[in-house]
Structures are given as structure tokens and as C-alpha cells.
């Protein structure tokens, strides 16, 4: 009978004329609360000790060989250092007197979402925003899970456009995970494996990419992509310039071990395990999909811009662009009265709900700190299905669409969804 389940659930159960499948999480969770039915029925499932961090020292840990500043809690209310906004001062600077595209009384942000094969809209808006020639150069990138993905070539300008379009439409669900079979369960710590996706970032970001960041971040850009630190059960905001500005030998390692984390799901990719140090000895961190977390991010909570504009000496000009890899509004549907289907549509909603709460946490730092706030997520007339996690037809599809959208002009939402004045 579990067999039987197992298999049927590897098929996407919809009621024809639905909605499009919103993203991986959201599909393969249905697969993986079945398993974890199944494992506490048989008890098949063994645990495995590891050398986490102790409670004690987990705010003084720091990922082995590397300073302390490639990463920050996101979810802290601590003062901001006030070095690392001299150092961002003093950069921009510097940059602006040879560089025009360093704007010292401006700055644009950019922030896109988790909602895995979704991110093929994110990366059309990119595209058709470039082609229709106002797309600015971005200060601030941050990413969550597959907007993690995107990041980086977002970071980098349109010279990587085309590239971020093989990497959603050349791609199906074999080029990014393997599933695991039920005996295979026993030894694993997820349910599928994601190492065809570790290929691919194996293929996309070289050292010749970290030292392309390396340039720009000594400008005084940054590129932020967000973790969950399951342990410590907080966000983590990792500098990727100053990883790759580090100078280790294992700078590109750890780089793609922090995409990775970030698009890990919980239960369906394996964590990754950084090694880190704290009291003298070496602990290994989980870190995880850094959408468990937040759907959205711009900076750390304690974060605020009024800091920059006394930092600068100036008022500065701050946008904020958000790409919703994913819908805002509700998705109605006949959900089949199985236990996969009345669980993945509610983690979908859970979800949905995250990333509005987020998307009125970041309109309410905007509104605090006079930044102009602009968000936009997957229209209602795109109406492709998803015929599986990473369906190739439904990717190009919301690719085109994007594009189309960032081609004509973005229609930028300027509150959060229902919001009113």
C-alpha cells in the first residue's frame, strides 16, 4: 500500500483548469509528508548523531577560516557595525569618481523570492526589463532559495542575461534533483538528491564569476543571499562579495554551498553542513532553504537607512524593486480528499501567506525609511500548468511572460497585496 502511495505521489494530482503549480516546495512537500507517513509507520527511518553547535556558543560561531563579516542574523535588532558602513561609504566613494553608474545620493534594490520553477519570471523580468533599456544598475541584490539563484547573475548586469535564461528554460526535473527510493530513505536526510542542481551551479559560477562580484563589490554593491540556520532556528544574510573578496582557496566552495542551502527544502534536498568554529572547536551548522525563514529580504532588521544617509553625510534616494517568484492572490481549487493533496495545498497556502506577510514587512520598513516601494508577482492571466516540479514547457512559458512584462514596461504594485490607504 505505501508503495503504491509512493508512486502515485511522484505524479502532480489537479484538477483540470486549475491554477499553474505555484513551485517546487509546494509540489514535492506532498511527497514528503507521505514519506515521513510512511517512515513513522515502519520506523525505518534512523537518526544520525552530528557535532552541532551548542546552544551556548551559537551566536559566537564563525565558518572556519573566514572573518566574522561575511555574514550577519537577519533576524537581529543589534546596531548594524558602523566599520562595515564607513568601509561601504569609503567604496562608493572612491568608485564614483571613475565609475558613473555609482550614484552616491541613490540606491536601488533589488530582492526576489523563493518559489522554485517560478523563477523563470523573475529571470524574464530581468531580460525584458534590459531590452526595454531602464533597467538601473542595482546596489543591493538579495535572493531566498531560487531567486538565490538568480542573484548572482542579477548582481552582474545584463551581460548575463542570456545566461540566466538557459539556466530556467534548458532545464528539466532530471538537471536539478534525483529521487531517492524508500530503502534509500533510511540513510538519507532528505527525499530526493539535489546534486544534478550542484552540477549545474558547478557550470554557471567559476572563479572568473566570483572575481567578476569581487570588482563590483569593492564599488560598494553587495550581494546578500539568505539561509536558515536550522540549529540556531534564525535567518542568516551572507555577504557573497566578501566570501568571494576572501582569498581562500575554498571561497567558490563555500560560495556554492550557500546557494545551495538557500534552495535547500527542508526534508526534500539535503542540508548543508558548514563547518564552523566557536569556543575552540570545530561544530558543523545545518543550514537550509532560506525561505523557511523569509520569502523576502532587503537588509537585517536593525538595519535602517537613516544609518547610510548619516554614514554619507547626504539624503539618500533608495528604490526598492521586489520580484515575486510566485502569486499573491488566491488560488482556488477542488483539492482531492487525499492526504498528500490536503497537505501540499495547505503548506502551499501556509507559503502564499509567508510571503505576503513579508511582502508588508519590507512595505513597512520602506514606509519607515522613505524608500519607494515596488513589488510584482506572476499575473492571474498566465494560466500554464506545471505538469511536474521542473516542467520545461511551463518554465519557458512563464519565462516568455516575463519577459514580456519587463519588455512593455513593469506595472510595479506600490503597496502590498489588499493593501488600502
Keep these: 500500500m505505501a508503495m503504491r502511495f509512493f508512486k502515485q505521489s511522484m505524479v502532480l494530482h489537479r484538477t483540470p ?3 499553474p503549480t505555484p513551485g517546487l516546495r509546494e509540489n514535492l512537500l506532498k511527497i514528503l509528508l507521505l514519506a515521513l507517513c510512511t517512515s513513522q509507520l515502519t520506523g525505518c527511518i534512523a537518526a544520525y548523531p552530528r557535532d552541532g553547535v551548542p546552544a551556548q556558543y551559537v551566536s559566537k560561531a564563525e565558518v572556519s577560516g573566514y572573518p566574522g563579516d561575511i555574514r550577519v542574523w537577519g533576524d537581529s535588532y543589534a546596531s548594524f557595525p558602523a566599520d562595515r558602513l564607513v568601509r561601504l561609504r569609503d567604496q562608493r566613494k572612491i568608485a564614483a569618481k571613475t565609475d558613473a553608474s555609482i550614484k552616491l545620493r541613490e540606491l536601488n534594490a ?10 523563470a519570471f523573475g529571470a524574464g523580468i530581468l531580460a525584458g526589463w534590459t531590452k526595454a533599456g531602464t533597467r538601473p544598475q542595482f546596489d543591493i541584490v538579495t535572493g531566498i532559495s531560487t531567486g538565490a539563484l538568480i542573484a548572482p547573475f542579477a548582481f552582474l548586469g545584463p551581460a548575463y542575461d542570456d545566461e540566466l535564461k538557459q539556466s530556467f528554460t534548458k532545464i528539466s526535473d532530471s538537471d536539478i534533483y534525483i529521487k531517492h527510493s524508500l530503502l534509500g530513505l533510511v540513510s538519507s536526510s532528505s527525499f530526493t538528491s539535489n546534486a544534478p542542481l ?4 558547478d557550470q554557471h559560477i567559476t572563479y572568473t564569476m566570483l572575481d567578476q562580484i569581487v570588482r563590483e ?11 536558515t540556520n536550522l540549529d540556531a532556528d534564525r535567518a542568516v544574510i551572507w555577504d557573497m562579495g566578501a566570501i568571494a573578496a576572501s582569498g581562500r582557496p575554498d571561497r567558490l566552495k563555500l560560495f556554492k554551498q550557500v546557494m545551495l542551502a538557500s534552495t535547500a527544502i527542508p526534508g526534500i534536498f539535503p542540508p548543508v553542513q558548514l563547518e564552523v568554529t566557536a569556543a575552540g572547536r570545530t561544530y558543523h551548522e545545518m543550514h537550509v532553504d532560506g525561505g523557511t525563514s ?3 529580504f532587503l537588509m537585517p532588521a536593525g538595519l535602517r537607512l537613516s544609518e547610510l544617509d548619516r554614514t554619507f553625510h547626504t539624503q539618500m534616494k533608495a528604490r526598492l524593486y521586489i520580484i515575486r517568484n510566485g502569486r499573491t492572490m488566491p488560488e482556488p481549487s ?3 480528499a487525499t492526504l498528500p493533496d490536503i497537505a501540499g495545498k495547505a503548506v502551499s497556502s501556509l507559503i502564499k501567506t509567508q510571503a505576503i506577510g513579508d511582502l508588508y514587512r519590507l512595505y513597512a520598513t520602506a514606509k519607515r525609511d522613505g524608500i519607494d516601494y515596488n513589488v510584482i508577482d506572476i499575473p492571474a492571466d498566465f494560466t500554464v500548468e506545471a505538469k511536474s516540479p521542473f516542467d520545461n514547457k511551463y518554465m519557458r512559458a512563464l519565462y516568455e511572460k516575463g519577459y514580456e512584462i519587463g519588455h512593455a514596461g513593469v506595472p510595479w504594485k506600490k503597496t502590498p497585496p489588499g493593501f488600502s490607504n
Design 198 to 201: 550542484a552540477r549545474m551551479l
Design 217 to 227: 563589490s569593492a564599488k560598494g554593491r553587495r550581494l546578500f543571499i539568505g539561509t
Design 294 to 296: 523569509n520569502e523576502v
Design 17 to 19: 483548469g486549475t491554477m
Design 110 to 119: 533589488l530582492t526576489l523570492s523563493g518559489g522554485g520553477s517560478s523563477g
Design 334 to 336: 477542488i483539492v482531492k
